[in-house]
């Protein structure tokens, strides 16, 4: 079974600042992930596929990188509405799978 | 505009069964993979069960293989979890999501419904 370790779990940050959350997965998977975005009592919303691949309509400030074992969501410029739980997935193996996520909140 | 909307859920005793349903909107529904995921209250997020577009392929996680049975319904847009022998540890917001193509990879939801609340309690 494939393993996904995001960390930070918690993330502490400012409107206007650049941050990075980490996924790490525990075998090879390519650039076979994707980036999600949750807000309390939302539905996740699909923000980047294909590890570097901005879903239509995510604002330019999110960006994706990676590649194997070793990815990266950053965003440039903190925005009040950023402050969320960010989730990565695999989809290189059945089944697909989740990381535990990473909450963005307001310092 | 795509939409996903879920109902279905309630509160049920253990060992009970539900059926959850999910009416697509927006999109040429018989066009696309359809999955179930879950989530328990605070917790994260697991896969369910997928689809295909035209029903013949069809996954499981395996904590629900055998309780559970996935289907649709081309005609009527829409996606269904029938769920049985319901247990404490299935008790989670069940999401209908929509997969981005009509295969069942790439599995990546690139839609979600805003989820219908299953509490299984005695």
């Known amino acids: 079974a494939i393993w996904m370790t995001q960390s930070p779990t918690l993330l502490s940050a400012s409107t206007g600042d650049r941050v990075s959350i980490s996924c790490r997965v525990s075998?090879?998977?390519?650039?076979?992930l994707a980036w999600y975005q949750q807000k309390p009592g939302k539905a996740p919303e699909l923000l980047i596929y294909?590890?570097?691949t901005l879903q239509s309509g995510v604002p330019s400030r999110f960006s994706g990188s990676g590649s194997v074992k070793d990815f990266t969501l950053t965003i440039s410029r903190l925005q009040s509405e950023d402050f969320a739980t960010y989730y990565c997935?695999?989809?290189?193996?059945?089944?697909?799978?989740f990381g535990q996520g990473t909450k963005l909140q307001i310092k | 505009e795509v939409q996903l909307v879920e109902s279905g859920g309630v509160v049920v005793q253990p060992g009970g069964s539900l059926r959850l349903s999910c009416a697509a909107s927006g999109f040429t529904f018989d066009d696309y993979a359809m999955h179930w995921v879950r989530q328990a209250p605070g917790k994260g997020l697991e896969w369910v069960s997928l689809?295909?577009?035209?029903?013949?392929?069809?996954y499981y996680t395996d904590s629900v293989k055998g309780r559970f049975t996935i289907s649709r319904d081309n005609s009527e847009d829409s996606l269904y979890l029938q769920m049985n022998s319901l247990r404490t540890d299935d008790t989670a917001f069940y999401y209908c999501?929509?997969?981005?193509?009509?295969?069942?990879?790439?599995?990546?939801?690139?839609?979600w419904g805003p989820g219908t609340l299953v509490t299984v309690s005695s």
């Open positions: 997935q695999q989809y290189y193996t059945f089944p697909p799978v």
């Open positions: 999501a929509k997969g981005p193509t009509g295969n069942y990879f790439p599995y990546y939801f690139d839609y």
């Open positions: 689809i295909s577009r035209d029903g013949y392929s069809i």
């Open positions: 075998q090879g998977i390519s650039t076979y």
């Open positions: 294909g590890a570097s």
